[in-house]
């Protein structure tokens, strides 16, 4: 219902339909793969809905730890398979994790110019509502 109320013209649901097909099949329900996933994500920048998000008081140990992750994924994916489809499963996520960059940039965007108006947001208001358990 969600994606029906803002997104049946824009084309976002087809896309964030199509990126997530795209994980799941890179991924191939691995759990340890998609838990190191999330957690290089989580630090990642440009994936909030806001773009002038704050930058974290110690950026460096962000960094640290984001590249400790990264190091821990890669080697496990070496460790399952060879170096060389690592290489081509570590490239295909690269290039999901810039989709998902943009995604969340042409989401920001969407929100800005279609919810400002009154019409919307009350549309969206009971059904925020309902998936919060608001009463």
């Known amino acids: ?11 976002l649901r087809n896309m964030f ?14 759990f340890t793969f998609l838990s190191l996933l999330l957690t290089v994500l989580i630090f990642s920048q440009g994936l909030s ?18 590249i400790h992750y990264t190091k821990l ?15 081509k499963q570590f490239t295909q996520l690269l290039t999901i994790i810039f989709r998902m960059q943009l995604a969340a940039k042409m989401f920001r965007d969407y929100f800005r110019s279609h919810l400002s108006s009154a019409n919307t ?6 059904l925020m509502q309902t998936v919060m358990h608001i009463s």
């Open 17 to 30: 339909l199509n990126l997530v097909s795209s994980l799941i099949e890179l991924i191939e329900q691995d």
């Open 49 to 66: 809905m806001n773009e002038n998000e704050p930058a974290l008081k110690d950026s460096l140990a962000v960094y640290q730890a984001q």
């Open 73 to 87: 994924l890669w080697k496990y994916l070496v460790n399952k398979q060879d170096e060389m489809e690592a290489c």
């Open 1 to 11: 219902q969600f994606y029906t109320l803002c997104f049946e013209a824009s084309g």
């Open 121 to 126: 947001v009350e549309k969206i208001e009971p």
